[in-house]
């Protein structure tokens, strides 16, 4: 008698749906954990070796799976906003890198796009962002996807609790993500490129280690110094980014109007121009 009344009301592409997302994320930290425990070194030396295209299929594929699992729930519009996030984060991310400050600033497309669309669209940003980076420009880039990973799913979920309400929870949200992405990143910079990252990060590094730190323990602190940071300023200039942005164009996004992300949604504008469409 159930299954009769509730079988109309289920997305009948759910379970693929879920198992797309499921396995999409197996690949993800299955492409992580070769790289912290295989630690292949020449990964830093070329795109084009063999452990740096292992890490590019998997993060591709992890990637091609989650946009798979969820590109029902994105419209247009985020489709069409992800190429120029991405573009924002390598372009802002390598003029950071060439000035050589401890900071990073190379995801805030990927925050952005997380808070308007969700994290799936967030992750999908993020991972894009590094492998055409490592591809391009900077093979660094590469290994430290699965970042963007952590970045876009709690921006994403950050968004959802309504931190990009007001000014000042935005970057305690960084702050908070900074933490996570340091942990994350610390074996991929310590295993696979000796703590010698580029920019001012490298320097930090290497004054923990003179203080008698392992090269784990010196990435580690400079993760937590710098992340933290990071992110904090990310989510910052994100939510004056979005405070911007007029209220129209930010209820053109579903994720926004389900969740009340800016705390403000006029439901009854919104149900008749969904019945109107």
């Known amino acids: 008698m159930f299954s009769t ?5 289920v ?6 749906n879920t198992i797309l997302v499921a396995v999409g994320s197996l690949v993800i930290v299955a492409t992580y954990l070769y790289l912290v425990v295989g630690q292949p070194t020449e990964v830093a030396e070329s795109s084009t070796s063999q452990a740096s295209l292992i890490a590019i299929g998997g993060y591709v594929i992890g990637a091609i799976l989650l946009a798979a699992g969820s590109i029902h729930r994105l419209p247009t519009a985020t489709i069409a906003m992800i190429p120029v996030a991405i573009a924002l984060n390598i372009v802002v991310g390598q003029i950071v890198a060439v000035l050589g400050l401890p900071v990073y600033i190379d995801s805030i497309g990927t925050v952005l796009v997380a808070a308007l669309a ?8 993020g991972i894009l962002t590094n492998v055409i980076w490592g591809l391009t420009l900077s093979p660094i880039a590469l290994p430290f996807a699965v970042v963007q990973v952590i ?3 709690m921006a994403g979920y950050a968004a959802r609790m309504g931190m990009f309400r007001r000014f000042y929870l935005a ?9 996570v992405a340091a942990v994350i990143s610390a074996p991929i910079s310590a295993f696979v490129f000796g703590g010698a990252t580029g920019g001012g990060t490298g320097a930090i590094v290497g004054a923990f280690q003179a203080m008698g730190q392992s090269i784990l323990g010196a990435t580690t602190l400079q993760g937590l110094l710098s992340d933290p940071l990071d992110k904090a300023i990310t989510f910052t200039i994100v939510v004056l980014i979005l405070a911007a942005l007029p209220n129209r164009f930010r209820q053109r996004f579903p994720f ?3 969740y009340r992300v800016f705390g403000k949604a006029a439901p009854t504008v919104t149900s008749k121009s969904e019945s109107a469409s």
């Open 151 to 153: 970045i876009g799913v």
């Open 5 to 9: 009344t509730t079988t109309k009301n």
């Open 11 to 16: 997305d009948p592409n759910r379970l693929r």
């Open 171 to 179: 970057p305690v949200a960084g702050f908070v993500t900074g933490i």
């Open 256 to 258: 926004v109007r389900q």
């Open 118 to 125: 969700g994290p799936a669209a967030g992750v999908v940003t």
